[in-house]
């Protein structure tokens, strides 16, 4: 237990579960290393009684909501590590794999995925040292009738490792990169700087080795615990196009980190030899298009990423702009619409929680020296009240999942306050809100989130910017969707998603009904460009969702969303087929065009996620076969002739790619 002690007197303490550690907790920053949930212990003289609060919750029963928060399954489902997940091997015996290949450690564990809604016990799962051993893997596979899935961090939530309640018995070895496939060392040339790192290796990490180097990379996901397999799987990103004015050097690229990439190593089947076998893949090998963004379709063991010098950045939050302003109509002209700020800094995300009228907006600006104001970092994670759970959202996120679904406005309203005060430290919207979140927003919660000074202006190297999501963070499921557009689009696309979203939340909510309780987030980038690697020849990736189209070369951005709520939250499933349909509907093909996200939530149906037949079936690949070029089906047709025993598959993949 770690314990803060308030100016008032009175106390806070954080109780840190610490599923993912192997000893006592630690702070940093006000940010804990393990999955962390706040409660507010109350003692002393300060204490008071249990006294009614706004809309019928007591200060007990809101105190309570952090214990059920505790116990939720949504949280701790979520935190299990491969250290805690072998601890929590229980049930009946489980055959072990058959004549598994002796020197390469197995053993059962749970699977969790980040959100916790992909949930299976006691798979076996195996640690191999060497990519050779992974070879060794699957030529055991293939004789046995058996499959093989990696897996990195678990940080995602589409199906793409296992489906969810995937049976202890089932004839699949889970392959844990984490453990020993970490390798990271320098590549390329002084003109053409790269790094090679193996699939296990943390972005943080790889960007680490980068910055040592005086390197970086434009733009990339935002947590720091994502392996590089998984990045390159799913054609991971962050935000980034050129600002207005701003020339991109050398090895900058601006679709996904997957098209950074020069060669890979990927272990594929060897006709000739009638084995399994480690090659070596160039970006120009017509072969290679297909493993960039693979979605675990096979096996790459490493990759080589050409990187750009490093620049300094300057991150700038504000949370002063309505909603309707910002997302304003094309062409609405005040300067502070969200393409304007694009425009500017060519880095731009905004994240909207829901049942609010401000959304936090972040950009990236190119600044070589600290401006007068900005606080330096040097290190990643520099929004501790977003990072860990506060107390007054650990709080009422636990009566929301306790059953109290119609406080969503209330949690949105709690979460935009609590990022206002870490942000800016002006604590006017505070004084003006309802008695219950006053309640919440208690004197030791106020002093606790001020401790560590303000947020809203911060400038150092790129890692120190581009990776701000911790594990411990809040976690949530979340849709996600790319729209490929022309550049001068971008204000009408966020008008025509916004505006599409917020019809829908308040025709729920006038039903009674709040399947959102996060938030929407919106982020751009390039199309995937193929000469930003270097490499003559090279094929952007074929499945990547900001493939371009051939038949729209004017379209060259892409708008990221998606939207956030709390894993088993009532009628979100529902929601997200509404708006599924929305978008589809609206971005035809005409003017725009929209792809799922595949690390995330799409084919909706009224009580599931990833089981629309129409949409997995038509309306995916449709999405990558328009306008014409290799797509989908060269894609598919290259993963199984690298594979064709589907040694590399489950059932979900199975029926998506074919």
Same mark, same amino acid.
């Given at each position: 237990?770690?314990?803060?002690?308030?100016?008032?007197?009175?106390?806070?303490?954080?109780?840190?579960?610490?599923?993912?550690?192997?000893?006592?907790?630690?702070?940093?920053?006000?940010?804990?290393?393990?999955?962390?949930? #706040?409660?507010? #212990?109350?003692?002393?003289?300060?204490?008071?009684?249990?006294?009614?609060?706004?809309? +019928?919750?007591?200060?007990?029963?809101?105190?309570? $909501?952090?214990?059920?928060?505790?116990?939720?399954?949504?949280?701790?489902?979520?935190?299990?590590?491969?250290?805690?997940?072998?601890?929590?091997?229980? +049930?009946?015996?489980?055959?072990?794999?058959? !004549?598994?290949?002796?020197?390469?450690?197995?053993?059962?564990?749970?699977?969790?995925?980040?959100?916790?809604?992909?949930?299976?016990?006691? /798979?076996?799962?195996?640690?191999?040292?060497?990519?050779?051993?992974?070879?060794?893997?699957?030529?055991?596979?293939?004789?046995?009738?058996?499959?093989?899935?990696?897996?990195?961090?678990?940080?995602?939530?589409?199906?793409?490792?296992?489906?969810? @309640?995937?049976?202890?018995?089932?004839?699949?070895?889970?392959?844990?990169?984490?453990?020993?496939?970490?390798?990271?060392?320098?590549?390329?040339?002084?003109?053409?700087?790269?790094?090679?790192?193996?699939?296990?290796?943390?972005?943080?990490? *790889?960007?680490?080795? *980068?910055?040592?180097?005086?390197?970086?990379?434009?733009?990339?996901?935002?947590?720091?615990?994502?392996?590089?397999?998984?990045?390159?799987?799913?054609?991971?990103?962050?935000?980034?196009?050129?600002?207005?004015?701003?020339?991109?050097?050398?090895?900058?690229?601006?679709?996904?980190?997957?098209?950074?990439?020069?060669?890979?190593?990927?272990?594929?089947?060897?006709?000739?030899?009638?084995?399994?076998?480690?090659?070596?893949?160039?970006?120009?090998?017509?072969?290679?298009?297909?493993?960039?963004?693979?979605?675990?379709?096979?096996?790459?063991?490493?990759?080589?990423?050409?990187?750009?010098?490093?620049?300094?950045? %300057?991150?700038?939050?504000?949370?002063?702009?309505?909603?309707?302003?910002?997302?304003?109509?094309?062409?609405? $002209?005040?300067?502070?619409?969200?393409?304007?700020?694009?425009?500017?800094?060519?880095?731009?995300?905004?994240?909207?929680?829901?049942?609010?009228?401000?959304?936090?907006?972040?950009?990236?600006?190119?600044?070589?020296?600290?401006? &007068? $104001?900005?606080? !330096?970092?040097?290190?990643?994670?520099?929004?501790?009240?977003?990072?860990?759970?506060?107390?007054?959202?650990?709080?009422?996120?636990?009566?929301?999942?306790?059953?109290?679904?119609?406080?969503?406005?209330? &949690?949105?309203?709690?979460?935009?306050?609590?990022?206002?005060?870490?942000?800016? $430290?002006?604590?006017?919207?505070?004084? /003006?809100?309802?008695?219950?979140?006053?309640?919440?927003?208690?004197?030791?919660?106020?002093?606790?989130?001020?401790?560590?000074?303000?947020?809203?202006?911060?400038?150092?190297?790129?890692?120190?910017?581009?990776?701000?999501?911790?594990?411990?963070?809040?976690?949530?499921?979340?849709?996600?969707?790319?729209?490929?557009? %022309?550049?001068?689009?971008?204000?009408?696309?966020?008008?025509?998603?916004?505006?599409?979203?917020?019809?829908?939340?308040?025709?729920?909510?006038?039903?009674?009904? &709040?399947?959102?309780?996060?938030?929407?987030?919106? %982020?751009?980038?390039?199309?995937?460009?193929?000469?930003?690697?270097?490499?003559?020849?090279?094929?952007?990736? /074929?499945?990547?969702?900001?493939?371009?189209?051939?038949?729209?070369?004017?379209?060259?951005?892409?708008?990221?969303?998606?939207?956030?709520?709390?894993?088993?939250?009532?009628?979100?499933?529902?929601?997200?087929?509404?708006?599924?349909?929305?978008?589809?509907?609206?971005?035809?093909?005409?003017?725009?065009?929209?792809?799922?996200?595949?690390?995330?939530?799409?084919?909706?149906?009224?009580?599931?996620?990833?089981?629309?037949?129409?949409? *997995?079936?038509?309306?995916?690949?449709?999405?990558?076969?328009?306008?014409?070029?290799?797509?989908?089906?060269? @894609?598919?047709?290259?993963?199984?002739?690298?594979?064709?025993?589907?040694? &590399?598959?489950?059932?979900?993949?199975?029926?998506?790619?074919?």
């Amino acid at each position: 237990m770690i314990t803060d002690l308030a100016a008032s007197g009175r106390r806070t303490a954080y109780i840190v579960l610490c599923g993912a550690c192997s000893g006592p907790p630690r702070q940093s920053d006000d940010a804990w290393e393990g999955p962390a949930v #706040a409660v507010e #212990a109350v003692s002393g003289e300060n204490s008071r009684a249990a006294e009614p609060a706004e809309g +019928g919750l007591s200060r007990r029963q809101l105190l309570a $909501g952090s214990a059920a928060l505790g116990g939720a399954a949504w949280l701790l489902r979520g935190v299990i590590t491969p250290d805690s997940a072998q601890a929590e091997v229980a +049930g009946p015996a489980v055959a072990a794999p058959p !004549a598994f290949p002796p020197g390469i450690e197995v053993y059962r564990q749970s699977f969790e995925n980040w959100a916790g809604e992909l949930h299976a016990d006691q /798979l076996w799962t195996c640690a191999p040292q060497t990519p050779q051993d992974v070879v060794t893997l699957a030529n055991w596979a293939r004789a046995q009738g058996w499959r093989l899935r990696p897996q990195g961090f678990r940080h995602t939530w589409a199906p793409l490792t296992v489906a969810d @309640a995937t049976p202890a018995a089932s004839a699949v070895v889970l392959v844990d990169t984490t453990r020993h496939l970490t390798g990271i060392s320098p590549a390329g040339s002084a003109g053409a700087p790269a790094v090679r790192a193996q699939a296990g290796a943390s972005m943080e990490q *790889l960007l680490a080795e *980068l910055a040592g180097r005086g390197l970086g990379v434009t733009h990339c996901p935002a947590p720091g615990d994502v392996t590089l397999g998984g990045v390159l799987a799913i054609g991971g990103h962050g935000t980034a196009v050129p600002a207005v004015g701003e020339n991109p050097l050398p090895g900058q690229g601006y679709g996904s980190v997957s098209n950074l990439v020069t060669e890979l190593t990927a272990v594929v089947w060897d006709a000739a030899a009638g084995q399994f076998t480690l090659r070596t893949f160039s970006r120009a090998d017509p072969d290679c298009a297909a493993l960039l963004v693979h979605l675990g379709r096979a096996f790459v063991t490493e990759a080589v990423l050409r990187a750009a010098p490093d620049q300094q950045l %300057r991150c700038q939050s504000r949370v002063d702009i309505p909603a309707g302003e910002l997302f304003a109509p094309q062409g609405t $002209g005040t300067g502070r619409q969200f393409a304007d700020f694009v425009a500017r800094t060519g880095r731009a995300e905004a994240i909207w929680y829901a049942f609010t009228d401000r959304p936090w907006l972040k950009t990236w600006s190119i600044t070589p020296t600290q401006p &007068f $104001g900005s606080r !330096a970092v040097d290190q990643p994670y520099n929004y501790p009240f977003s990072d860990s759970i506060p107390t007054p959202v650990a709080t009422l996120a636990g009566e929301l999942v306790g059953g109290s679904w119609g406080l969503a406005p209330t &949690f949105g309203q709690l979460q935009f306050l609590i990022t206002e005060l870490g942000l800016t $430290g002006d604590l006017t919207d505070v004084l /003006l809100s309802g008695t219950l979140l006053r309640d919440l927003l208690t004197l030791d919660v106020v002093t606790h989130l001020l401790a560590g000074g303000l947020h809203s202006d911060l400038w150092g190297p790129s890692r120190a910017l581009l990776q701000y999501v911790r594990p411990t963070t809040l976690r949530v499921t979340a849709n996600g969707y790319a729209v490929l557009c %022309r550049r001068a689009d971008i204000q009408w696309v966020v008008n025509q998603v916004t505006t599409g979203f917020q019809q829908r939340l308040t025709q729920y909510q006038g039903n009674g009904q &709040f399947p959102v309780n996060g938030a929407v987030e919106i %982020r751009v980038t390039g199309l995937e460009d193929p000469a930003t690697c270097g490499v003559p020849g090279a094929q952007p990736p /074929l499945l990547s969702a900001i493939r371009p189209r051939p038949d729209h070369p004017e379209w060259d951005t892409a708008v990221w969303f998606d939207v956030l709520t709390l894993p088993n939250t009532p009628g979100h499933q529902q929601f997200g087929r509404d708006l599924e349909q929305f978008l589809f509907a609206t971005f035809d093909g005409s003017r725009a065009a929209v792809r799922v996200e595949w690390s995330k939530g799409w084919a909706y149906t009224a009580d599931a996620t990833w089981a629309d037949p129409v949409v *997995l079936g038509q309306l995916i690949p449709a999405s990558h076969r328009a306008g014409g070029g290799p797509g989908w089906d060269a @894609a598919v047709a290259t993963l199984t002739r690298l594979d064709p025993h589907a040694v &590399f598959s489950n059932p979900f993949l199975d029926q998506l790619l074919r």
